[in-house]
């Protein structure tokens, strides 16, 4: 006979003990940022997840923030998210054949911890962050672009270039978007969706999910072995597309 008592009984200790790991930034919103970005599931805090992040920004519409990640096998997502934020979800990165490091510029409101949670194909989220100081402001201003009536000039542009490197090129891209939040006042919500980052031969390398807290403009920089040549890929949640080639 199957023991379902005890079967429950271990199950809600998994749940306690998973709820039970204390948040190293002490955020008295980490519990909802565990259920609302990481659906609840296991996770541990890890050192080999990291954010680079200063500790003030000293603008905060253009916080700069940096992911690296080490020694972590069989990724499947890397979910980024500001706690205090009144947009809390800044981009989701899926690495398929590129090494999991990214590095953007992002919107804060106020001070906050900046985390990424990085799922791995057992299920479990391995947790990093950093605490970002800042003034406020960020996300209920209106995007320069937008304030100037000048973004649809150069809206979907796209700049990029290659590192070459001995031993991982850095590919750093920048596409002309205003990235309006929704949150100042008469503006509705104008982002960037997703972008999808391949090689010349149409091989996907990467996949991103951009949300409102990207700054103005997104840059965005990733480590991508000896490629390069890529192709790029995305769209606004206006339906607006986005393509471009990158050659050095």
Same mark, same amino acid.
């Given at each position: ?109 106020? *001070? ?5 949670? !990085?799922? @791995?194909?057992? +299920?479990? $989220? ?5 605490? #970002?100081? %800042?003034?406020? *402001? ?5 995007? !320069?672009? @937008?304030?100037? +009536?000048? $973004? ?5 542009? #796209?700049? %990029? ?88």
């Amino acid at each position: 006979m199957l023991n379902y008592g005890g079967w429950l009984v271990g199950c809600l200790l998994c749940q306690v003990a998973v709820a039970a790991e204390p948040d190293p930034l002490n955020s008295p919103q980490w519990e909802a940022m565990h259920t609302r970005f990481l659906n609840g599931e296991p996770y541990t805090f890890d050192s080999k997840v990291k954010v680079e992040a200063p500790p003030e920004a000293e603008d905060s519409l253009n916080v700069p923030i940096a992911l690296r990640v080490t020694d972590l096998p069989d990724i499947q997502e890397m979910r980024v998210f500001a706690d205090l934020n009144p947009l809390p979800h800044v981009l989701n990165f899926r690495p398929k054949t590129v090494p999991p490091n990214l590095a953007f510029r992002m919107k804060l409101q106020q *001070g906050s911890p900046v985390r990424v949670a !990085v799922k @791995t194909a057992d +299920g479990m $989220w391995h947790v990093g962050g950093t605490y #970002v100081e %800042a003034a406020g *402001g960020g996300c209920t201003l209106p995007s !320069v672009g @937008t304030s100037s +009536g000048d $973004w649809s000039k150069t809206l979907g542009q #796209v700049s %990029a270039n290659v590192w070459q490197r001995p031993d991982n090129n850095r590919l750093r891209i920048r596409v002309m978007h205003p990235m309006d939040t929704g949150l100042a006042s008469g503006i509705p919500t104008f982002h960037i969706e997703n972008l999808n980052v391949k090689d010349a031969q149409g091989t996907l390398l990467a996949e991103l999910d951009l949300y409102e807290p990207i700054s103005e403009n997104p840059m965005l920089s990733l480590d991508v072995g000896k490629i390069t040549t890529f192709t790029l890929e995305g769209r606004d949640n206006n339906g607006n597309k986005i393509a471009a080639e990158v050659a050095p």
